[in-house]
């Protein structure tokens, strides 16, 4: 009891000296995002604590964010900045899978994810637009270094690691709408055709990222899916961008985790059109990404994530996942209640180190 009572005083105490602000807008003045540079964002607002600490929190979740703030505060030491060098993404590409060190990162870093990959991504972008100079950012980027190690690990479930680790979310969802545009602000190569298509859906079953930003909207009637519920139902946005698809891609030939098959049923790729349909079931991998700020939101591009099974994207056919690159099965397709198994199963080993 002792114990469990030091614990919640120092983290009450801990949440009461980070800085906050209490009116909700930036203290700094940060570019306006007019609507152009916003289009298919999901606008949220700022938090109002760094890091966003609550005791609303699970226990682990607080430590988490505790520990990593305070080593984010350890890069601005000088000593630690002369010993760091430029090395210390380095050092943690070379831990092995069986390090305590890596273990236990990981496994806070998936809690924290799993809490609310939104607060994470924005605790760990304010931490970049809140300081000048480049110790903040070259932290940010090591925390993604971290993440990124479950691609390079020897293991020969490295390929479902990394699925699990680097994605914000992972869901499993039914297509309502899809809007497309076709150059986006800095776009590349062949602006006459549709490049970027936002996804609106419903989400039927959450596997990582507990809190989603959701719209309530009426469902159409021809979802059949739909039809013995309420018609109120809630719309979330994600992003799909025909770039992600484009292979061989320069420089990464013989990178350790090469871009994944292209599933033809998500591209065409002779016609580099995107093949989602209204009412389809997908199983999405996403992370938030190419971030915008103004004075009291940030903006973020709900991305399906192109390196990790299937580009970030599996169809579900009649409750069977399409598996082309065989991440999950030894066939192309797999059971959905099957593949939430085995993932449940790569989770029990990041959490407990079982790999």
Same mark, same amino acid.
């Given at each position: 009891m002792l114990s469990i009572f030091i614990a919640t005083f120092l983290i009450i105490c801990s949440i009461s000296l980070f800085s906050q602000n209490e009116d909700g807008v930036r203290n700094d003045s940060i570019f306006t995002v007019g609507p152009p540079f916003s289009a298919f964002h999901t606008h949220i607002p700022i938090i109002r604590s760094i890091p966003p600490l609550s005791l609303s929190m699970p226990i682990d979740v607080l430590f988490g964010y505790i520990a990593l703030d305070s080593l984010s505060k350890f890069y601005n030491d000088s000593i630690f900045i002369a010993i760091r060098g430029h090395n210390l993404s380095t050092a943690f590409m070379k831990l092995e899978p069986s390090n305590d060190t890596l273990h236990s990162i990981w496994k806070y870093l998936y809690k924290m994810m799993d809490y609310n990959p939104i607060i994470f991504r924005q605790y760990l972008n304010e931490l970049c637009i809140s300081q000048n100079g480049n110790i903040k950012y070259n932290f940010f980027y090591d925390v993604g270094v971290l993440l990124a190690k479950s691609h390079y690990i020897e293991h020969p479930l490295k390929k479902r690691i990394a699925s699990a680790m680097i994605p914000d979310y992972i869901l499993k969802?039914?297509?309502?709408?899809?809007?497309?545009?076709?150059?986006?602000?800095?776009?590349?190569?062949?602006?006459?055709?549709?490049?970027?298509? #936002?996804?609106?859906?419903?989400?039927?079953?959450?596997?990582?990222?507990?809190?989603?930003?959701?719209?309530?909207? #009426?469902?159409?009637?021809?979802?059949? &899916? %739909?039809?013995? &519920?309420?018609?109120?139902?809630?719309? @979330?946005?994600?992003?799909?961008?025909?770039?992600?698809?484009? %292979?061989? /891609?320069?420089?990464?030939? #013989?990178?350790?985790?090469? @871009?994944?098959?292209?599933?033809?049923?998500?591209?065409? &790729?002779?016609?580099?059109?995107? /093949?989602?349909? %209204?009412?389809?079931?997908?199983?999405?991998?996403?992370?938030?990404? #190419?971030?915008?700020?103004? &004075?009291?939101?940030d903006h973020f591009q709900i991305y399906t994530i192109p390196f990790t099974s299937n580009s970030g994207v599996m169809p579900i056919i009649d409750g069977m996942v399409s598996d082309v690159n065989k991440v999950w099965s030894d066939s192309t397709w797999i059971p959905y209640s099957s593949w939430k198994e085995k993932y449940n199963e790569v989770v029990d080993m990041i959490m407990n180190k079982k790999y």
């Amino acid at each position: 009891m002792l114990s469990i009572f030091i614990a919640t005083f120092l983290i009450i105490c801990s949440i009461s000296l980070f800085s906050q602000n209490e009116d909700g807008v930036r203290n700094d003045s940060i570019f306006t995002v007019g609507p152009p540079f916003s289009a298919f964002h999901t606008h949220i607002p700022i938090i109002r604590s760094i890091p966003p600490l609550s005791l609303s929190m699970p226990i682990d979740v607080l430590f988490g964010y505790i520990a990593l703030d305070s080593l984010s505060k350890f890069y601005n030491d000088s000593i630690f900045i002369a010993i760091r060098g430029h090395n210390l993404s380095t050092a943690f590409m070379k831990l092995e899978p069986s390090n305590d060190t890596l273990h236990s990162i990981w496994k806070y870093l998936y809690k924290m994810m799993d809490y609310n990959p939104i607060i994470f991504r924005q605790y760990l972008n304010e931490l970049c637009i809140s300081q000048n100079g480049n110790i903040k950012y070259n932290f940010f980027y090591d925390v993604g270094v971290l993440l990124a190690k479950s691609h390079y690990i020897e293991h020969p479930l490295k390929k479902r690691i990394a699925s699990a680790m680097i994605p914000d979310y992972i869901l499993k969802v039914q297509v309502v709408r899809i809007d497309s545009m076709k150059a986006p602000i800095a776009s590349y190569g062949d602006t006459s055709k549709y490049k970027y298509y #936002n996804i609106s859906c419903i989400v039927l079953d959450t596997i990582k990222g507990k809190v989603i930003p959701m719209d309530t909207i #009426n469902i159409s009637e021809n979802l059949k &899916k %739909q039809e013995e &519920k309420s018609s109120i139902s809630y719309r @979330f946005n994600f992003v799909i961008s025909t770039n992600s698809y484009s %292979q061989p /891609r320069r420089g990464y030939s #013989n990178t350790p985790h090469p @871009f994944p098959k292209v599933d033809s049923l998500i591209f065409d &790729k002779s016609l580099e059109i995107m /093949r989602v349909e %209204q009412g389809q079931e997908l199983l999405v991998f996403l992370q938030c990404t #190419n971030p915008l700020w103004s &004075k009291t939101q940030d903006h973020f591009q709900i991305y399906t994530i192109p390196f990790t099974s299937n580009s970030g994207v599996m169809p579900i056919i009649d409750g069977m996942v399409s598996d082309v690159n065989k991440v999950w099965s030894d066939s192309t397709w797999i059971p959905y209640s099957s593949w939430k198994e085995k993932y449940n199963e790569v989770v029990d080993m990041i959490m407990n180190k079982k790999y």
